[in-house]
């Protein structure tokens, strides 16, 4: 049986889930980005994890004002990706489509029929594996936002 935290944590997921897909887009996002720059500007263990990460991948040029700059890009970015995350059932599928760029050759496995790769893929042998992940690096095939 789950714990009080588990409770508390499952009720703010729907409730997140629930006010988050109601809101206007530009409100949420506004919201979302606003609690980024605040849990940034407070420098909490997460955040200075973050940043020595980014200090190890920036390199030792790195003054701290550019570290700063990146780390508080990276909060916003993770900010939004949990927006998208949270309006993802109210997205329309042609604007989740429309906003990836092909690259490569795109075989579809699953067929579901809401995009265009889907509905215009030839089925696939019955004894070939399926996945719904997308071809891993170095197989040509890949998804990437549109310019």
Known sequence: MPGIKDRIADTAYQLGWSVVCRLPERWAAGVFRWYAD???R???PRVQTLE???RRVLGPDAD???LRAVS???MRSYARYWLE???LPVIPVERLV???QEEGEIETTLGCGLCTPCSSAPAKAA???TSSLPAGPGTGTSLSPAP
Do not use: I, K, T
């Open 52 to 54: 020595a990460n980014l």
């Open 72 to 74: 508080r890009e990276s």
């Open 64 to 66: 701290g004002q550019e």
């Open 98 to 100: 429309s906003g990836m």
């Open 42 to 44: 407070r420098q909490g």
């Open 38 to 40: 605040v849990a940034w």
């Open 127 to 129: 004894s070939a594996p």
């Open 85 to 87: 995350v949270f309006r």
